[in-house]
């Protein structure tokens, strides 16, 4: 009888699991999907150097007052933000904080 017990209460957990990791997966993916709606710019970086992540990243690493850069969602340009006040979800954009980058 225990070894039922057991098999149904792992049954449980893993079926209460699938259920909810989906919610928590698509949570993770858009956790920087996000636009600054208020707040300080500090520069925006529009030439083809600065169209991607890594080197939108390393413009706002240089600045010791970068709070954080936002890339928009077609590449076009790189903004660096010396304060942030608040911010929006939008599917498409990225923006990151230094404080999760250092």
């Known amino acids: 009888m225990s070894l039922l017990k057991n098999i149904l209460i792992a049954g449980l957990f893993l079926s209460v699991f699938v259920a909810v990791s989906p919610a928590f997966a698509e949570t993770t993916n858009r956790n920087n999907e996000v636009i600054v709606t208020g707040g300080k710019i500090l520069s925006y970086k529009t030439t083809a150097k600065y169209r991607n992540a890594d080197n939108c990243l390393n413009a706002c690493k240089n600045k010791s007052s970068c709070e954080a850069y936002s890339l928009n969602s077609n590449g076009a340009y790189c903004v660096l933000y010396e304060d942030v006040r608040s911010i929006q979800s939008k599917a498409g954009a ?6 999760d980058f250092k």
Request: proline share 0%; glycine share 0%; hydrophobic share 65%.
């Open 94 to 99: 990225f923006t990151a904080f230094k404080a």
